[in-house]
């Protein structure tokens, strides 16, 4: 039926028909070229560098993946991979110098089920981290949960024999 109707008009209407939709089509296929160069100008912001690192290691453990590269390094990473390593969920890790934020190579051993961050940074006292073991570990018998204290960053049991509290950090099990 429209067909029938398009060829009733005459021929000089037509061709506008068909000229005007063509000009929408281009000046909306422009318009949206613009809005694609503006999205790339954008720049992702790492929020947390710490839920990066824990996050692509998870992954990696979960991929059987023998070793992981973890940008940029901070200081609470490296501790956070020290009592890791204490522990035996992670093999030796080497922090690499680019003159820029610093790379970090770890090795796996295929022992780490799962590692995550908790945010905010929740405060803590002594008598309240038998709570937090319950409600983030799996089991009593293994797993830590990592404590930014006045004392330094440690595990819940260390910061159980120091008899003292801090923030939250996170956890691996």
Known sequence: ???????????????????????????????????????????????????DCLKTITNAEKRGKRQVLIRPSSKVIVKFLQCMQQHGY???????????????????????????????????????IEKWVVNLLPSRQFGQIILSTTYGIMTHEEARRKKTGGKVLGFFY
């Open 1 to 51: 039926q429209y067909q029938s109707n398009q060829s009733s008009l005459p021929t000089s209407s037509r061709h506008d028909l068909q000229f005007t939709t063509h000009s929408i089509r281009s000046s909306s296929l422009s318009s949206s070229s613009n809005l694609t160069n503006k999205n790339n100008n954008r720049k992702m912001v790492r929020m947390s560098v710490l839920a």
């Open 90 to 128: 992670i093999g030796e890790f080497e922090i690499v110098d680019d003159h820029r934020a610093q790379k970090i190579v770890v090795e796996l051993n295929g022992r780490l089920n799962k590692c995550g961050v908790i945010s905010p940074r929740f405060d803590v006292a002594v008598h309240e």
